[in-house]
């Protein structure tokens, strides 16, 4: 069925009985050419994309949990192309051009709004740097501007300007930037990937892989044995222990992040608002809530559930940039899991096993990124190579001393 305004006018006069799952609930099948693991968004794009772009049908999507559950459902929604890196800026600028077809691409409304995302600078060395990167993003096909402290007034008038110690000296535009409903983007890939035969197997854990004189020949799982040609793992936070399945270790690491929303309010917030002077990111949803992040909480850990100290860093660094923030509510608080990488970018890659790639690594950057993953990804599954766009995501970058250190931290992931 295509979603359109004329059918929602006939379902509508016709008591809306025609309106079916988006999803089948398939058994799976004992063999597929591809077997993804993970039902994340990246896990369903690369499927989606598979079948769209490469003509693919005989592919399984495996989940642990339900579809949406995973960080896809739990980030809070940035989308951007706003990179550094030769490395990086290429690949989300790819992603975000997608990102802008996509609702018509898939006929589902993922509420994709290129609301813009200002990134705010509070001394000089940091306007220096922005100047740097928009220029980089220019370079790029990527759109950038650099507003002074009224450009920045004129958009956000109640921000903390005159602080002292941190006052507000311009900000680095992105206008094409914004936000997108996390979880329509997972159901919306899943729908178009099942309208194009893609089993999605909910309630089904991978526990191990069948190996043979190097070869990945399939999948264990919790509902069985699933033989497959080749094997893509997009597990997301789950990476290093899905990974250690087939023997290997990832210069990995597993963090908690939260995500904070407030009670609902009058529109107040334009756009996306990044913090200079400490970490903190909002945007207000369109039910009204602000929505809002910053560090992760700086352990190991595969819990989904974060700590004090870290909510209490995060509402200082609101309070600092918006004051009138002290007055607002929380209403809900969550964590997800997050796959950090050694230097901050992600890794999709074949592994020295045939037939078994991996996509991860993603930080907490990872759903801007979702389209392209799983573009690139699919190509990689089907072509062996990666896309061009993802020539910098390659295990042995570690080894060769190319690392993409979008901050410049150095080998460390809870700095990144
Ligand atoms: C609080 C928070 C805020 C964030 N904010 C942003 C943001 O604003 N912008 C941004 O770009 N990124 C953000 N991120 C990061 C982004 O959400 C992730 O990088 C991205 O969603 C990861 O890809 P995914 O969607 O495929 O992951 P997931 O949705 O986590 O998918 C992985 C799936 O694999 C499944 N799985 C795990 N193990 C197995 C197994 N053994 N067998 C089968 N299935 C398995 C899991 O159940 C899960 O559903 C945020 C993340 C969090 C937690």
């Not at 379902?11 to 993804?36: M, N, T």
């Not at 769209?52 to 999507?61: D, T």
């Not at 690594?361 to 993953?373: I, L, M, N, S, V």
């Not at 089907?382 to 993409?404: L, N, S, V």
């Amino acid at each position: 069925m295509r979603y359109s305004g004329i059918r929602v006018i006939k379902e509508a006069l016709s008591g809306h009985k025609g309106w079916g799952p988006l999803w089948r609930d398939p058994e799976p099948k004992p063999h597929y050419d591809f077997v993804i693991i993970g039902g994340g968004g990246h896990g369903l794009a690369t499927a989606y994309y598979l079948a769209r772009e490469f003509g693919e049908s005989r592919i399984a999507v495996l989940e642990r949990g339900w579809i949406g559950g995973g960080n896809v459902g739990r980030n809070t929604t940035i989308i951007r192309s706003n990179y550094l890196l030769d490395g990086n800026e290429p690949f989300y600028e790819f992603s975000l051009k997608l990102w802008e077809g996509l609702e018509q691409d898939f006929n589902f409304n993922a509420m994709v709004s290129q609301r813009g995302i200002l990134n705010l600078v509070h001394t000089d060395a940091q306007r220096d740097a922005a100047r740097r990167r928009g220029n980089a993003m220019i370079l790029n096909g990527s759109d950038a501007e650099l507003l002074d402290t009224e450009g920045v007034r004129k958009l956000y008038p109640f921000l903390n300007f005159d602080n002292a110690r941190f006052p507000i000296k311009g900000g680095l535009l992105h206008r094409r930037g914004g936000t997108v409903r996390h979880d329509a983007v997972a159901w919306g890939y899943a729908r178009g990937a099942d309208q194009r035969g893609v089993d999605i197997i909910q309630n089904c854990e991978a526990t191990g892989f069948k190996i043979e004189d190097g070869k990945c020949l399939g999948v264990e799982t919790t509902r069985g044995f699933i033989g497959a040609g080749q094997v893509g793992v997009s597990v997301a936070g789950s990476s290093s222990r899905v990974m250690a399945l087939a023997g290997m270790r990832l210069p990995m690491e597993s963090h908690v992040l939260q995500a904070f929303v407030s009670e609902g309010l009058k529109p107040v917030l334009p756009g996306v608002i990044t913090y200079g002077a400490g970490h903190f990111y909002c945007s207000q949803s369109d039910k009204g809530g602000l929505v809002f992040g910053g560090d992760i909480d700086g352990y190991n850990s595969y819990a989904q559930r974060g700590n004090l100290p870290v909510i209490e860093d995060v509402a200082e660094g609101g309070i600092s940039l918006i004051p009138a923030l002290g007055r607002v509510r929380l209403l809900r608080a969550w964590g997800g899991i997050m796959d950090m990488s050694m230097d901050g970018s992600p890794i999709i890659d074949n592994t020295h096993i045939e037939g078994l790639s991996f996509n991860g690594g993603w930080c907490y950057g990872g759903f801007k990124a979702t389209p392209a993953a799983g573009w690139c990804f699919a190509h990689l599954l089907k072509t062996g190579q990666p896309h061009e766009t993802a020539t910098a995501y390659r295990f042995d970058r570690f080894r060769r001393g190319y690392m993409i250190d979008e901050k410049g931290q150095g080998a460390q992931p809870n700095l990144h």
